[in-house]
């Protein structure tokens, strides 16, 4: 476990030492967004359950007297008309928490690829400033192997997964926190359960996802450079063949 909370903690140090140049201001607001888009989650599921208690038993909301207040607002009505009423505001939440889902994602979407692109442009910028022994001592499809591919390894392979799992983890600890407020006992037990099976899942992966990596890096490099030499120079290949 303290292996595991290394990886992790320096997995953020690391993207967070990229992305700070980026805008703090930007990534502050992708945060916001995913604790939004987990309250609204959150607000959505449970918003269900209301609807399936009062199906259950009509009367029961006229008994209590948080129920007899919310009706007081309304103009009387019959049980179906109630049913109605609480099948509205149910699939209100979870269309609400839907549309804050979409458009949490949409900003992640949007900040991971302006990201890989202001990233593509400072080392560009970088590269352009080096000397000229700079370029002669290293390959010129490498370098383009780092300004594209990598910056898009890095982007699909990292950063977008990293935002997801993020936003993915403040809905599940809310969600946590909601069913400990209600069943105590049953949350315990289920982050207990969920906690280890994917610490144990990621223990057991974690040797084989790096040795997949370095293959897969290396793989790329290669071809990345064998195709770069051979199209830039296959016009005078042609033309004296």
Do not use: C
């Amino acid at each position: 476990m303290p292996r595991f909370v290394h990886t992790v903690s320096d997995l953020l140090r690391r993207v967070l030492f990229l992305a700070r140049p980026y805008g703090r201001a930007k990534l502050a607001g992708v945060f916001s967004l995913a604790l939004a888009q987990a309250v609204f989650q959150v607000i959505g599921v449970t918003s269900i359950f209301p609807f399936l208690a009062l199906a259950a038993d009509p009367d029961r909301i006229r008994r209590s007297h948080f129920g007899a207040r919310f009706l007081s607002l309304f103009p009387p009505m019959e049980t179906f008309q109630l049913l109605l009423l609480a099948g509205v505001i149910a699939i209100a939440g979870v269309l609400f928490s839907n549309a804050i889902n979409l458009l949490a994602e949409y900003a992640r979407t949007r900040y991971a690829q302006n990201f890989s692109h202001w990233l593509r442009v400072r080392l560009l910028r970088r590269m352009a400033s080096q000397p000229y022994s700079y370029f002669l001592q290293r390959n010129s499809g490498d370098l383009l192997k780092k300004v594209l591919g990598d910056v898009v390894n890095y982007t699909v392979g990292v950063l977008l997964p990293l935002l997801d799992t993020i936003a993915r983890a403040l809905t599940a600890v809310l969600l946590l926190i909601t069913l400990f407020l209600v069943q105590p006992v049953i949350a315990l037990s289920a982050a207990i359960g969920l906690g280890g099976f994917y610490a144990i899942t990621f223990r057991l992966l974690t040797r084989k996802r790096r040795e997949v990596d370095e293959n897969l890096r290396k793989h790329y490099t290669g071809f990345y450079m064998e195709a770069h030499q051979m199209l830039g120079g296959i016009k005078p290949v042609k033309v004296h063949r």
